[in-house]
């Protein structure tokens, strides 16, 4: 039972000197302060609060906001305005939210009901489990020097999920919209697995803390053939355009998530953001030099989260700045572009990575 | 080996109406092709069924059908008396409504042979360039969204505003304005209007600078236009496209040079030609028209600044009503009882999308037409849009449509 003794959480709690004496007057308290412990204890603080849950759904909630503003800015538009306008309507995707939540879900008679309603849950489990890989600074959930294998392996789960979602719709659009999801697998993993192997290769480790610890100088100034390979990559992994090929929703309706409907469409709908978020944090790990940034010393460990955040959130709006400057291209066109230009890339940054540890 | 089974609840419909031909379909089952029925409530099909037989992701044959949107609009006219009809005949295409009416009312001049005057021709020019420019620039929006670019929807849309301004400054009304009648314009432009007019035109201009930059120029645009959909020289001649798209297959025909009407002889503007055939010319050729047609308005506004105000209607109309003092139901009292001598009488137009036929049949004694006949672009291009089709790839499909501008309200009138 020492696992759960308060004292073993004690020893591993995150240190914000703004709101120490308020902790420690918490921590006094019998029950509450147990809990408190609890949350800020690292690992679970890292689970729930930064990079995990808490975090992942603001992102969201700001991100699909930010991208339609955005493209709405670039449109001559004014985008979401409606709800809370005094911020710029800034909590509508959480109505949006609100409304898939209401709505009827429909299961329509072909699909194969139990897959068709369990995936878009199931799909949970690839999307966060990366998050307790990831370090900000100390905060980490799972310390590990296969940190970086193991999150890119539970990446590269999600499209077998995504497939399976189609599979169990069963119908035309959701099954031309596998396939193609399918090919665009196939053609950014490899490349994108070689980059990161590059990587590994040139930090000399795969344990994600390590890799930070050593950026001196970030990844992208050692590597940027890697680091353009990776942001390619993660383009095409989170269908942004100009990749938004497995869900054109002129040519196939929405690919494979033509058939949901209510709570199960909203969650469908957020796979690309969650996928996006964690392909960020690890694009910010590797090549931004994570947590690293001058130390604010009034956060405490929390000054790594904060620099972590803004190189992520950073990631982000350049990847949602894409939908409205590009056209989608044709899928064989982009079978053509990953198997020929972004493999002869990802070769030419293995061999740079090859020369950097032999030099 | 041990066969593999799921158990999945899948039984492919029994039963299931097929709006294509038996043989057809047996034929298609027999070369194992894919039968894919695109439409009509697609959302990248327009109104209109497209059935492709499909082999692997190439598209063997490409059949219409077409439809959806029929309005029965020649014998609706057969009931209405011809002044009626202008309103009627701005329908089909609703951003192209100064060349729809134009091409209606010059069959009905060319019955009654009246000479319109000098200062409505160029008024009527000025109104149906404004049509061209906001009909190319709605084209190019659909082609945009139909290749998931929707900064180049947006874009074009709202530059339609201005041109819709600009109408409505001129007419009255921002789209159907019924403004062309036979013998000239309802309303005469004044000088701030023609400044306004001259200012949008260099407004657009300017915006359609940044436009060329974020859609026309973007790589991913050209990579799925370019050698996409090609129709040589000859197949667009063999199948009768009309317009901008034959134009973009090497053909230089232009209804405006060939048999000019309204003020066109008066005022230089080139044709824009383009060689390969493929969707990006026919776009780019209806971009660089757009830009043809500002030159002609500006042309147009300088003749017109020289000219005297109120001249607009044709002095022979008073021949049909001799009290043109008393100006309270003079339009009703001319055009009210209007009877076209007997015989057929046909004009051809360019409108934007293309050559627009009327063919007005008149039996000499009632005030209604015998019969109107309207063969609209989107009909006349119908066939080669569909054999532009065969040999591109699914996801083509859009690109194409999108490159022809196809407008089934149009197509189907």
Not at chain 1, 33 to 59: C, E, H, R
Not at chain 1, 155 to 170: E, K, R, T, Y
Not at chain 1, 273 to 288: D, G, H, Q, R, T
């Amino acid at each position: 039972m020492e696992m759960l003794s308060m004292s073993y959480f004690m020893n591993n709690l995150v240190e914000i000197p703004l709101i120490q004496p308020a902790i420690d007057y918490l921590l006094q308290i019998p029950v509450i302060g147990y809990i408190v412990a609890l949350l800020l204890w690292k690992p679970l603080f890292a689970l729930i609060f930064f990079p995990g849950l808490v975090t992942l759904l603001i992102v969201l909630l700001f991100i699909i906001w930010f991208e339609r503003k955005l493209t709405a800015r670039i449109q001559w538009r004014r985008g979401p305005l409606e709800i809370a306008r005094p911020v710029g309507g800034i909590i509508q995707p959480l109505a949006d939210g609100m409304r898939y939540f209401f709505q009827e879900v429909i299961v329509h008679r072909d699909a194969h009901r139990p897959y068709f309603l369990q995936f878009p849950i199931l799909i949970f489990i690839p999307v966060l489990l990366p998050l307790v890989m990831i370090p900000a600074g100390t905060i980490v959930g799972i310390k590990t020097p296969y940190a970086l294998p193991i999150a890119v392996a539970i990446i590269s789960l999600i499209p077998v999920f995504v497939v399976a979602i189609g599979w169990a719709s069963n119908s035309r659009f959701a099954y031309i919209g596998t396939v193609r999801e399918a090919f665009m697998y196939f053609a950014y993993e490899v490349p994108f697995i070689i980059s990161v192997i590059s990587m590994i290769l040139i930090y000399g480790t795969a344990d994600l803390i390590e890799i930070v610890n050593k950026q001196a100088i970030p990844g992208i100034i050692l590597n940027p053939v890697a680091a353009f390979v990776f942001f390619i990559a993660m383009v095409m992994a989170t269908s942004r355009l100009p990749f938004e090929i497995p869900e054109a929703d002129q040519e196939i309706a929405f690919g494979p998530f033509v058939e949901y409907s209510g709570i199960m469409f909203g969650l469908v709908m957020t796979i690309a953001y969650e996928k996006m978020y964690v392909m960020a944090l690890l694009f910010s790990v590797l090549f931004l030099g994570g947590g690293n940034g001058f130390n604010i010393a009034i956060l405490g460990d929390l000054s790594p989260t904060v620099w972590l955040f803004i190189k992520t959130m950073v990631i982000m709006v350049a990847l949602s700045f894409l939908r409205s400057i590009y056209a989608r291209i044709r899928l064989d066109q982009a079978l053509k572009f990953s198997w020929s230009m972004m493999m002869k890339l990802s070769l030419l940054s293995l061999l740079i990575a090859c020369i950097m540890v032999v030099v | 080996m041990e066969e593999i089974t799921l158990d999945v609840p899948v039984s492919p419909p029994t039963e299931m109406f097929m709006p294509i031909p038996k043989k057809f379909l047996e034929r298609a089952y027999q070369n194992d092709d894919y039968l894919v029925l695109v439409g009509p409530q697609h959302p990248g099909s327009g109104h209109m069924r497209i059935i492709l037989r499909i082999k692997g992701d190439i598209i063997v044959e490409a059949i219409p059908d077409p439809g959806y949107v029929h309005r029965s609009m020649e014998k609706l006219a057969e009931n209405r008396l011809y002044i009626q009809n202008i309103p009627l005949f701005e329908r089909p295409a609703i951003m192209d409504t100064g060349n729809m009416t134009l091409g209606y009312v010059r069959a009905i001049e060319q019955a009654l042979d009246i000479e319109v005057p000098e200062r409505a021709k160029y008024i009527r020019m000025i109104v149906a360039e404004l049509g061209r420019i906001g009909t190319h620039l709605y084209d190019a929006g659909i082609l945009a969204v139909f290749l998931g670019h929707t900064t180049g929807f947006m874009w074009p849309f709202a530059l339609r505003e201005p041109i819709i301004e600009a109408l409505t400054k001129i007419s009255g009304t921002r789209i159907t304005a019924s403004y062309i009648i036979p013998g000239g314009v309802r309303r005469d432009v004044d000088l701030r209007t023609l400044e306004f007019i001259r200012k949008v035109t260099f407004v657009i201009e300017r915006r359609l600078k940044s436009f060329e930059r974020i859609f026309i120029k973007n790589p991913t645009v050209i990579t799925r236009l370019r050698d996409v959909g090609i129709l040589s020289k000859e197949e667009a001649i063999k199948y009768g496209v009309v317009g901008p798209f034959l134009r973009a297959s090497g053909v230089e025909y232009d209804v405006r040079v060939v048999e000019p009407y309204e003020a066109y002889d008066s005022v230089n503007f080139d044709i824009p030609v383009a060689d390969e055939g493929d969707s990006y010319s026919r776009f780019l050729v209806r971009v660089e028209e757009i830009s043809q047609s500002f030159s002609i308005i500006r042309q147009a506004i300088n003749e017109l600044r020289k000219m005297k105000e109120g001249n607009i209607l044709s002095d022979q109309l008073a021949e049909f009503e001799p009290s043109k003092s008393d100006v309270r139901g003079y339009f009703y009292r001319i055009f009210g009882d209007l009877i076209l001598p007997r015989g057929e009488f046909t004009a051809l137009t360019e409108a934007s999308r293309g050559s627009l036929l009327y063919s007005i049949i008149s039996d000499g004694e009632s005030n209604v037409p015998y019969r109107v006949r309207i063969v609209t672009p989107g009909w006349y291009y119908l066939k080669g849009f569909m054999e532009s089709l065969r040999g591109e790839r699914v996801a083509d499909l859009q690109a194409i449509y999108g490159s022809f501008g196809y407008f089934p309200p149009e197509a189907d009138r």
